[in-house]
């Protein structure tokens, strides 16, 4: 087994793009995406058709958001949010071409157990909707609660948009510190892969992982991030800020 495991799209088919296309060259029998394909960014359809045949689509918060009501959401993030809710019901399109948008986001679970690996868009305790970040490795309870609520010794995660491996003795390991790559032991850990569409770290490229059922192995994809920023400025509801932040990875 040797899995691609993706997070954090966000509306960015050109970053999806490149992304794919580097999987394609790493002997990959399957990709998992961790939710939020859709959100701040011009592009959720086509991100949306992207994914359609991947082997596991998770909800994130705002597949929740777009289905329900953007809870917790700042001023900008709903004014994406709304904006999506649009272009998945435009009228240049067929109703069959809109529901099966809709039907996608609707059937995506919001977490997925497999081989004593646990894949979630947030967090073991929550999903959905929890951050751990990295500061949080100093918040020595919220991090026993989170890995009270993880019964599997691994588990997979997005939604902060930083790369990393969270262990259970309050450790936060960036990418570069291991090497690019962390062996499964005998600790029980949260690997978070990062944002394929939206990174958050300083580095503007392309965050994914692969898994052996071993080791994890961390990416990192170069993207016409100008070309993003573009589809953005074709879609003026859309605030700046979001586009600009693309291009230092904020």
């Known amino acids: 087994m040797r899995r691609a495991i993706i997070s954090d799209i966000h509306g960015n088919a050109v970053a999806l793009e490149a992304v794919l296309a580097d999987i394609a060259t790493k002997d990959c029998d399957s990709i998992y995406c961790l939710g939020d394909v859709i959100g701040y960014g011009p592009q959720p359809r086509e991100c949306l058709e992207l994914c359609k045949d991947l082997q596991l689509n998770l909800m994130g918060n705002h597949e929740e958001a777009v289905l329900f009501e ?12 709304e904006w999506t809710k649009e272009q998945l019901t435009l009228p240049s399109a067929t109703r069959e071409e809109n529901r099966a948008l809709w039907d996608l986001v609707g059937s995506m679970v919001d977490r997925h157990v497999e081989d004593d690996v646990l ?6 305790r929550e999903p959905i909707r929890e951050y751990v970040f990295v500061s949080d490795v100093r918040n020595t309870e919220k991090m026993d609660e989170i890995f009270a609520a993880l019964e599997q010794p691994l588990c997979f995660n997005g939604h902060t948009h930083t ?20 062996k499964v032991g005998d600790k029980r850990v949260i690997i978070n892969v990062g944002s394929v569409g939206q990174p958050r770290d300083g580095d503007p490229r392309s965050s994914y992982v692969i898994f052996d059922g071993e080791t994890v192995e961390f990416q990192r994809v170069k993207y016409d991030v100008e070309k993003t920023i573009q589809k953005f400025r074709e879609n003026s509801t859309l605030p700046e800020y979001l586009a600009l932040r693309l291009i230092e990875g904020r």
């Open 70 to 81: 953007p809870i917790g959401f700042n001023p900008k993030a709903r004014v994406a949010i």
């Open 119 to 124: 894949y979630v868009h947030a967090s073991p």
């Open 163 to 182: 790369a990393g491996v969270f262990t259970e003795d309050y450790q936060f390991l960036p990418p570069g510190s291991i090497g690019n790559r962390y």
